[in-house]
Antibody
Framework: QLQLQESGPGLVKPSETLSLSCTVS??????????WGWIRQTPGKGLEWIGS???????YYNPSLKSRVTISVDTPKNQFSLRLTSVTAADTAVYYC??????????????WGQGTLVTVSS | DIQLTQSPSFLSASVGDRVTFTCRAS??????LAWYQQKPGKAPKLLIY???TLQSGVPSRFSGRGSGTEFTLTISSLQPEDFATYYC?????????FGQGTKLQIK
């Protein structure tokens, strides 16, 4: 059974960088054509797709965050990571990592981490 | 960006009821739509994709249909464990977007 687990600081100061990792267990992060993504959720904006990364290293980001986001993969550690720079209070959210499953030119998120609350505050 | 609007935002219903949620898109796309269920404090759970195929393990009382700009999720006979918030997500084009959700409450 595949499991994903987010980790990282729960509190980040304004203007600093938010860094989270997602550890994948029960399967290899480099398996076939699945790929990996980050999503966040706030009471005000609901669920927001942040970006995704393919095993090839190709990334796709939400244009609303693109200038501040970097997603990367560490295959030996079976992890992928999120960096979000210059955070503000508006970046306070529950952050989820997830797996986009290859279902034939269509890639829903079939496995999710439990989510981690990140608060931006001084 | 493809905007998704879910209706209603809130729905009160009783165990055994049949309920239908709607997800309307701002532009036409194929059936690249997924439905998720989320319970408080938990991650969303994939129910249906693309538009009408049940994820493994999802009860058959859930069904989805639609194409173009209108998609629906129906629960044929509500069970106590179905009271949750439901989201649609389009995976037709980047940026992937979610609807704002429909919260299903017990009447």
């Amino acid at each position: 059974q595949l499991q994903l687990q987010e980790s990282g600081p729960g509190l980040v100061k304004p203007s600093e960088t938010l860094s989270l990792s997602c550890t994948v267990s029960g399967g290899s992060i480099s398996t076939s054509t699945n790929f990996w993504g980050w999503i966040r959720q706030t009471p005000g904006k609901g669920l927001e797709w942040i970006g995704s990364i393919y095993n090839s290293g190709s990334t796709y980001y939400n244009p609303s965050l693109k200038s501040r986001v970097t997603i990367s993969v560490d295959t030996p550690k079976n992890q992928f990571s999120l960096r979000l720079t210059s955070v503000t209070a508006a970046d306070t959210a529950v952050y989820y990592c997830g797996r986009h499953v290859d279902s034939g030119s269509f890639y829903p998120l079939d496995y999710w981490g439990q989510g981690t609350l990140v608060t931006v505050s001084s | 960006d493809i905007q998704l609007t879910q209706s209603p935002s809130f729905l009160s219903a009783s165990v055994g009821d049949r309920v239908t949620f709607t997800c309307r898109a701002s532009q036409v796309f194929s059936s690249s739509l997924a439905w998720y269920q989320q319970k408080p404090g938990k991650a969303p759970k994939l129910l249906i994709y693309p538009a009408s195929t049940l994820q493994s393990g999802v009860p058959s009382r859930f069904s989805g249909r639609g194409s173009g700009t209108e998609f629906t999720l129906t629960i044929s006979s509500l069970q106590p464990e179905d009271f949750a918030t439901y989201y649609c997500q389009q995976l037709n084009s980047y940026p992937y977007t979610f609807g704002q959700g429909t919260k299903l409450q017990i009447k």
